[in-house]
C-alpha cells in the first residue's frame, strides 16, 4: 500500500522484492498481494487520476 501511496512502479519494486527473497519468478512473490479494501481503493484512486489526466490532454 505504501508503494502505491508513493507513487512507486509496483512491477519494478515487485521484481526487486522477488530478486531480494530469492524467488526465481516474480509471479511467486505476486501471491502475497491480496485485494485488501484499502488496497483497492488505493489502486482506483490512482487509475481515477490516470483516467483524468488523459482526458485533459485528449481535449488540449
Excluded: C
Excluded at 512502479?9 to 522477488?18: E, F, G, H, K, R
Excluded at 498481494?33 to 488496497?39: G, K, N, R, Y
Amino acid at each position: 500500500m505504501l508503494w502505491l501511496e508513493h507513487g512507486v512502479d509496483i512491477d519494478n519494486a515487485i521484481l526487486a522484492l522477488s530478486t531480494y527473497v530469492g524467488h526465481a519468478e516474480p509471479k511467486s512473490t505476486y501471491w502475497y498481494m491480496e485485494a485488501v479494501p484499502e488496497l483497492m481503493a488505493l489502486t482506483s484512486l490512482r487509475f481515477e487520476r490516470s483516467v483524468q489526466k488523459m482526458e485533459v490532454i485528449d481535449h488540449a
